[in-house]
C-alpha cells in the first residue's frame, strides 16, 4: 500500500509541475486513453502469469 500512495503523490507532484509550467500531460486526459493503459496494465500481468503457469505445467 506504502507504494501505491508514493506513486499517487509521485503523479500528482509530477502533474501540479506540467501544470504549472504549462506543458501537456505525458498520460492521455480522456476516459478512454487511461482505459487504455489500465488495459495494457492487465495484459501485460495476465502475460506473466500465463507464462509462470505454462512453465510450471512445461516442467
Known amino acids: 500500500m506504502k507504494l501505491v500512495f508514493m506513486a499517487l503523490l509521485t503523479g500528482a507532484i509530477t502533474g501540479s509541475i506540467f501544470s504549472y509550467l ?9 476516459l478512454a ?6 488495459g495494457l496494465f492487465l495484459g ?5 502469469y500465463l507464462i509462470q503457469i ?3 505445467i512445461a516442467k
Open 22 to 30: 504549462k506543458l501537456p500531460l505525458p498520460a492521455p486526459p480522456t
Open 54 to 56: 505454462l512453465t510450471k
Open 44 to 48: 501485460f500481468k495476465g502475460t506473466e
Open 33 to 38: 486513453g487511461i482505459a487504455g493503459i489500465i
